[in-house]
């Protein structure tokens, strides 16, 4: 499973947002529009006690805010990208998180989940890639750019 596979161009936005609950509260409903995704508010509140346990902000601008629950049958991931940066958002660095990869997976995708992880993260944290994605404003751009990395 690649990241072409679980991410789509309607799929990545542009956030206004001024914090993380606000960044999760407008990347939720952007992800449960794909097929198969439970409603809008169990996922919220998912994501919501997730980043209440432990941060998702990995450092150098990223978040990966991530969850599983029952009823997901595929693999789903939204983007969002904030140019100036979300400054409450927790990082090991204490950098302000600019581009958020929010990923669901059912119960039962434990391997897929934590593969796809692995393989956004591995894509953000190229120095490259992130300036890109950063320096434009087309989704469709910011797709290729995340689909194209190896």
Do not use: W
Not at 129 to 147: G, H, P
Request: glycine letters at 6%.
């Amino acid at each position: 499973m690649t990241i072409k596979d679980v991410v789509t161009p309607e799929r990545i936005v542009f956030l206004n947002s001024e914090s993380r609950t606000d960044v999760i509260k407008s990347l939720v409903p952007v992800l449960a529009s794909a097929p198969g995704m439970p409603n809008v508010d169990q996922m919220e509140v998912a994501f919501l006690q997730r980043e209440e346990m432990m941060s998702t902000g990995i450092g150098m601008g990223i978040g990966v805010p991530h969850i599983r629950l029952p009823g997901i049958n595929s693999l789903v991931m939204a983007i969002g990208i904030h140019k100036t940066g979300i400054f409450d958002y927790p990082a090991i660095d204490n950098l302000p998180v600019k581009i958020v990869a929010m990923i669901a997976a059912g119960v039962s995708q434990h391997g897929e989940y934590i593969r796809m992880l692995a393989n956004v993260v591995t894509v953000l944290k190229r120095d490259e890639a992130r300036k890109s994605i950063l320096d434009t404003d087309s989704a469709d751009e910011v797709y290729r750019i995340i689909c194209q990395q190896k």
